[in-house]
C-alpha cells in the first residue's frame, strides 16, 4: 500500500481506503446484508486499506455499526476512522452530541477524523468549528476536517479554527468530474490540505471504460485499478472506493502499489479532460 500524508500532520495514511456508503443500508438501515458488510470492511483493512470512510448519516448510522463490529478483532492503532456530522447537527451542542452518538455506534473512543459533512448555510460556520475544535481538545476527534466544501468556504472554515487546521476536504472527484482541477485542487495543494476523492469510480461508471482497460491491461491491472492510480497520482489526493464483492475489494487494495507511467497518465487525463 501507498502511504500520504494527512494534510500538514505527518500522520501517513493509505493512499486508497475504504468508503462505505450502501453499507449496511442506503438512506436507511438493512441489517440483511450486515454478513457481507462485516466481511468487506475486514477483507480491505486485512489488504491494508485501514482507513476507513464513513459517515452518521450513512444507513441513519448503521453503517458506523457495521464498522464498529467489523473493526473489533483489529487494532484499534493500526485503522484511521473517519466519519462525519451531518449538516442538521452543526450547531455546536449538536456536533458534540453527534460525534458522541458516532463514537458509541463505532465502539471507540476518538476518531482519527470528523469532518462537516456539507456546509449549512443556516448554521454559522463560526460555531460549527468552534465544536469541532472542541471534539480536539476532548480527545474525541485527531484531526478535524471538511466535506463538500468549495474554496471560499474551506477558506472561511480555516479561519474560523484556533488552535487546529483544516486536514481534509473530501469532495467528488474522478476521470468524469474533473471541477476541482480548476481551483479547489490547487488551492488544498498550497495550504497542505489533503483531497478524500469520493465517486473514485464514478459509483461503478469508470470500470467499464474500454480505453482506462486498455491502459490497465498493460500493466496487468483493470479499468478500476489505473482509474484509482489516476486519482491518486496527485500529490495531495487520496481515495475510498466502496466494494463488497471480494474481487473489486482486492483489486482495489491492488490500486496502488504500482505507478502509471507519465506518458500513460497524459493519455488518461487528455482523454476524460
Ligand atoms: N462526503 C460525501 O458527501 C460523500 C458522497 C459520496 C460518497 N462518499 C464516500 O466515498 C465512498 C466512495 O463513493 P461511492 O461508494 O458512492 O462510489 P464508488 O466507490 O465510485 O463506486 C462504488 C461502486 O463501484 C463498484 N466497485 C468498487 N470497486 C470496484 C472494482 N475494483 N471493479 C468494479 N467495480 C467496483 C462497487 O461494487 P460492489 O460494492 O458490488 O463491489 C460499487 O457499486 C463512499 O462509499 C463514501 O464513503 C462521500
Known amino acids: 500500500m501507498k502511504y500520504k500524508q494527512l494534510g500538514d500532520t505527518g500522520v501517513e495514511v493509505p493512499a486508497v481506503g475504504i468508503g462505505t456508503w450502501e453499507i449496511g443500508g442506503g438512506i436507511s438501515p438493512d441489517t440483511s446484508k450486515d454478513g457481507e458488510g462485516i466481511r468487506a470492511v475486514r477483507k480491505g483493512v486485512e489488504l491494508g486499506m485501514t482507513l476507513i470512510d464513513t459517515a452518521e448519516k450513512y444507513a441513519d448510522g448503521h453503517a458506523e455499526e457495521v464498522v464498529g463490529e467489523a473493526i473489533r478483532p483489529f487494532s484499534r492503532s493500526d485503522l484511521f476512522i473517519v466519519s462525519k456530522v451531518w449538516p442538521d447537527h452543526l450547531k ?15 465502539g471507540i473512543d476518538c476518531l482519527d477524523l470528523y469532518l462537516v459533512h456539507h456546509p449549512n448555510p443556516e448554521i454559522p460556520l463560526e460555531e460549527t468549528m468552534a465544536a469541532m475544535e472542541e471534539l480536539v481538545r476532548q480527545g474525541k476527534t485527531r484531526y478535524i476536517g ?89 500529490e495531495n489526493v487520496i481515495t475510498m472506493p466502496k466494494a463488497v464483492n471480494p474481487e473489486h475489494i482486492e483489486q482495489n487494495a491492488g490500486a496502488a502499489d504500482w505507478e502509471l507511467r507519465d506518458e500513460d497518465l497524459e493519455l488518461i487525463s487528455s482523454r476524460f479532460q
Open 92 to 106: 455546536y451542542d449538536e456536533v458534540l452530541k453527534a460525534a458522541e452518538r458516532s463514537l458509541g455506534r463505532l
Open 146 to 234: 471538511v466535506s463538500n466544501f468549495d474554496v471560499a468556504q474551506v477558506t472561511e472554515a480555516a479561519g474560523c479554527l484556533k488552535n487546529n487546521r483544516i486536514t481534509v476536504n473530501q469532495v467528488p472527484y474522478n476521470l468524469m468530474q474533473r471541477d476541482i482541477e480548476k481551483e479547489l485542487l490547487p488551492y488544498c495543494v498550497e495550504n497542505h490540505i489533503t483531497v478524500m476523492a469520493y465517486w473514485p469510480l464514478s459509483r461503478g461508471e469508470m470500470v467499464k471504460d474500454e480505453f482506462l482497460a486498455g491502459i490497465g491491461k498493460k500493466y496487468g491491472k483493470t479499468a478500476a485499478q489505473a482509474a484509482v492510480n489516476w486519482l491518486i497520482s496527485h
